[in-house]
């Protein structure tokens, strides 16, 4: 399986974006997906993730009420849908896939999201 994120680019402060996870070569209907960020001069940090059936998602406290996961396993694809933007939100966008009881461990190459204050 592999995973191609898609929808970054500019917006300003406020403003809405939603992110795409589209995997290809298989189905990751059976996998644990998540989106994580990495600013400029800043470790990798985790976002939002969702289970494999979409009924359980989790989101870092600084995305909370703001950011939203869901999953179209018919589309083999993973939403962030990102509101309510702010300049800290800048950074490369990644998703990831995890098999059941297991670490992340297929990754796409990245989106970049840059708000501009």
């Known amino acids: 399986v592999q995973l191609q994120a898609s929808g970054g680019g500019l917006v300003q402060a406020g403003g809405f974006l939603r992110l795409s996870c589209a995997a290809s070569?298989?189905?990751?209907?059976?996998?644990?997906v998540g989106w994580f960020r990495q600013a400029p001069g800043k470790g990798r940090e985790f976002v939002a993730s969702?289970?494999?059936?979409?009924?359980?998602?989790n989101y870092a406290d600084s995305v909370k009420g703001r950011f939203a996961i869901s999953r179209d396993n018919a589309e083999n694809t993973v939403y962030l849908q990102m509101r309510s933007l702010k300049p800290e939100d800048t950074a490369v966008y990644y998703c990831?896939?995890?098999?059941?009881?297991?670490?992340?461990?297929?990754w796409g190459q990245g989106t970049q999201v840059t708000v501009s204050s």
């Open positions: 990831a896939a995890a098999p059941a009881y297991s670490a992340y461990n297929i």
């Open positions: 070569g298989g189905t990751f209907s059976r996998y644990r």
């Open positions: 969702i289970t494999w059936t979409g009924a359980s998602t």
